[in-house]
T-cell receptor, first 114, second 115 residues
């Protein structure tokens, strides 16, 4: 059974540009969460979506937005990119939204902002 | 002060050694505790998942949670070179609101097991 998939694998953008990252959860999972992992740090929570609704939001600026589609896949959008947005962006899927649901991570999208 | 503190290491041990990895935390609302393994340039892989205090064993891995001390540990027995990776502790709370389902991670400990 396929795990969490993310695209693209790598991405290079320049400051001020916009980026869209995509995630497909494990089949049967209805919740998707997004995390940002800066080199040398643990992942930081950005959003959680469940049944197409935002259920959780971390301490990130409004330049970050996301949505979940009827097939439970998700997109993360980042506007007006800054150098500090360079990171590994991780998507995690789980059966439901509660903390008792194990979260399984995809391989990530490595974003470099020049 | 960070909610979750984890010694970044790096930690280097010989093959066959027992490895002890630890995290401390400050948020008493944390009830679910996880350990993830992350190989270089890959996503984290769930190793252990425990609820509240106690021990859980899975093969060579043992997770311990001491809520009274706000301290969790992961022990790896008979460590192998393939165990070389970054180990991340993560925690979540039952409380709802905008943090519902959120995982809070430690910084990660870099482990190298040399033959």
């Amino acid at each position: 059974d396929a795990g969490v998939t993310q695209s693209p694998t790598h991405l290079i953008k320049t400051r001020g540009q916009h980026v869209t990252l995509r995630c497909s959860p494990i089949s049967g999972h209805k919740s998707v969460s997004w995390y940002q992992q800066v080199l040398g740090q643990g992942p930081q929570f950005i959003f959680q979506y469940y049944e197409k609704e935002e259920r959780g939001r971390g301490n990130f600026p409004d330049r970050f937005s996301a949505r979940q589609f009827p097939n439970y896949s998700s997109e993360l959008n980042v506007n007006a990119l800054l150098l500090g947005d360079s990171a590994l962006y991780l998507c995690a899927s789980s059966l439901g939204q509660g903390p008792y649901n194990e979260q399984f991570f995809g391989p990530g999208t490595r974003l470099t902002v020049l | 002060q960070k909610e979750v503190e984890q010694d970044p290491g790096p930690l280097s041990v010989p093959e066959g050694a027992i490895v002890s990895l630890n995290c401390t935390y400050s948020n008493s609302a944390f009830q679910y505790f996880m350990w993830y393994r992350q190989y270089s340039r890959k996503g984290p892989e769930l190793l252990m998942y425990t609820y509240s205090s106690g021990n859980k064993e899975d093969g060579r891995f043992t997770a311990q949670v001491d809520k009274s001390s706000k301290y969790i540990s992961l022990f790896i027995r008979d460590s192998q070179p393939s165990d070389s990776a970054t180990y991340l502790c993560a925690m979540s709370a039952i409380a709802g609101g905008t943090s519902y389902g959120k995982l809070t991670f430690g910084q990660g400990t870099i482990l190298t097991v040399h033959p």
